[in-house]
């Protein structure tokens, strides 16, 4: 005999565009069994639960997440405000781990923004030095596309005047030529590469420990976007993670990098029938507008003409595409800049794609899409998806980059809408200069209100309604992730859903960012309760 919970007194968004409003559902085996109007459920039998008249949403997606980053970097120093709001502050949290580290370990550090200091100035090697020359320090910036490191770091991997800049990365340098601490993109991985690594038991305890933060926002689906094979696959973590009390549903991204000698993907890693899987292939065309990186035309503000790294190349795009076809999974491409957009635009266009339940290319960020681009992509079925929390939390450097007006034409959402190309939300997190990076809510009333923090204009002809930011959170999140059967509140999807602690689509639009999530949902089953145990 079926044991139905019949869900009552609700007012259901489902995220279904022919059934947008219910206030009744009915959870079978935690699958929608059944979803419409409470007067409905007259003669249905099954245990009656009461949801009190609150808004009730489906489980969130973020398409574009960097768990175990995330997890990491709540370990470290917190290099934003209120922690640090100075170089001097910096020093000094820095000087103060020294104190306390053991012989042999790193001090990092996470999310220092230029934009966000006294001094709007990066770190340098220097700065560093006055904390300590004894312990290798490094200290990455909020957009994750560059690190500062001290002197003893520099010592450790080799890097001194001589050393060339790596392919697809820039070693910061004095007039003198001497390494300023500062390395970007590629030039990271010569630092990277001689730190010690975490073992693979603390990578899941600490997947398995985010779990419950992710859950308090509302979010029951994830990706990691920076997957890789070796020395542990990520795979196996998130499985292992899984087995171990992880509730969301995964789907991972591998960079290019990492397996391109090896391209080839067993099926059972590829599976979506899996909670955790391999989606794609991931690949990197520039870097960060914030951190002038972003392949742009024309250049960012500044002295010379800074145009930002290029990364990839046409034969590399294809490469990966060739892989990614093979393996019947999407090609991710990280690209911000115009030339980076306009470089794979230019690359795929007049050529079939490969998936048909999905976008077989997905352009992650898109910030800076020309008017051809966008038109070019909706001919060509390309997905894009942009993160708005990124002006809303990082307006100091796109305004110092690139410009009042410039800024106001960035992350164009309306338009790419408009022009009917498939656009999902996600967060980025931890790789925004935002104290709670994750959380979806502010992502949503930055896409609302197009506004930053500080109430800077960042465009007023590119904000959307709060339902389709909903749907980009959900609905079209699936559609680009192609996770199955999520994304919506409707029969044979599975049972995720939240309840809100207020009506999300009657607030105002300033209070979006307010909202929490008092209960979350996954299989029908409650994983998350606001201030309780579950």
């Not at 990066?122 to 994750?144: E, F, G, H, M, N």
């Not at 923090?453 to 079209?476: H, N, S, V």
Request: charged letters at 25%; one cysteine or more.
């Amino acid at each position: 005999m079926n044991h139905d919970i019949i869900y009552v007194n609700g007012k259901i968004f489902t995220a279904n565009p022919t059934q947008p409003y219910a206030s009744a559902m009915v959870i079978r085996d935690g699958r929608i069994h059944w979803i419409g109007e409470e007067e409905e459920t007259k003669g249905m039998t099954g245990e009656r639960m009461n949801l009190q008249g609150r808004r009730v949403l489906p489980g969130l997606i973020d398409a574009h997440l960097h768990p175990l980053y995330l997890a990491g970097s709540s370990k470290q120093i917190s290099c934003m405000p209120p922690v640090v709001e100075s170089l001097e502050d910096l020093i000094d949290e820095v000087r103060k781990a020294s104190e306390s580290q053991d012989s042999g370990g790193w001090i990092e550090g996470w999310g220092y923004d230029e934009g966000k200091l006294k001094e709007r100035r990066s770190p340098s090697r220097w700065d560093l030095d006055q904390a300590t020359t004894k312990v290798p320090v490094i200290i990455t910036r909020t957009c994750t596309h560059m690190v500062v490191v001290n002197s003893k770091a520099l010592e450790l991997a080799g890097i001194t005047k001589d050393t060339p800049d790596p392919v697809g990365g820039k070693i910061d340098r004095d007039p003198y030529g001497e390494p300023t601490g500062v390395l970007r993109e590629n030039a990271k991985g010569l630092v990277q590469q001689v730190m010690p690594v975490q073992t693979v038991e603390e990578e899941i305890e600490g997947l398995v420990e985010l779990s419950p933060k992710l859950l308090s926002h509302g979010i029951t689906a994830i990706t990691d976007l920076m997957a890789k094979p070796k020395p542990a696959d990520y795979l196996d973590m998130y499985r292992a993670a899984t087995e171990k009390g992880m509730k969301q549903r995964a789907v991972l991204y591998y960079i290019w990098e990492t397996i391109k000698d090896d391209p080839i993907l067993a099926k059972n890693k590829t599976n979506r029938d899996q909670d955790n899987h391999i989606g794609g292939i991931k690949i990197f065309a520039d870097g960060s507008v914030s951190g002038q990186t972003a392949w742009v035309n024309p250049p960012f503000l500044g002295e010379g003409e800074n145009y930002g790294i290029p990364m990839t190349t046409k034969e590399e795009l294809l490469l990966a595409s060739q892989a990614a076809e093979e393996n019947h999974i999407q090609l991710v491409i990280h690209a911000m800049g115009e030339q980076a957009i306009d470089l794979i635009i230019d690359t795929f266009h007049g050529k079939k794609g490969w998936m048909e339940d999905g976008p077989s290319i997905r352009i992650e960020h898109a910030a800076m899409p020309s008017r051809k681009a966008l038109q070019q992509a909706s001919e060509m079925g390309i997905a894009f998806v942009p993160q708005p929390i990124f002006l809303y939390a990082e307006i100091e450097s796109y305004l110092t980059n690139l410009g009042a007006e410039r800024t106001k034409q960035t992350y164009p959402i309306r338009s790419m809408l408009d022009k009917g190309i498939l656009v999902a939300f996600s967060s980025d997190a931890p790789a925004t200069a935002w104290a709670d990076p994750v959380n979806p809510f502010i992502g949503m009333m930055a896409a609302v209100t197009r506004k930053a923090y500080d109430g800077t204009d960042t465009g007023q002809e590119q904000r959307i309604d709060i339902e389709t930011a909903i749907m980009l959170y959900t609905k079209a999140a699936q559609e680009v992730t192609r996770i199955p059967d999520v994304g919506q509140l409707a029969p044979g999807y599975h049972a995720d859903f939240i309840v809100l602690d207020r009506d999300i689509l009657t607030i105002k639009p300033e209070e979006i960012g307010e909202v929490q999530v008092e209960e979350t949902y996954m299989a029908g089953k409650l994983v998350f309760q606001k201030g309780t145990a579950v």
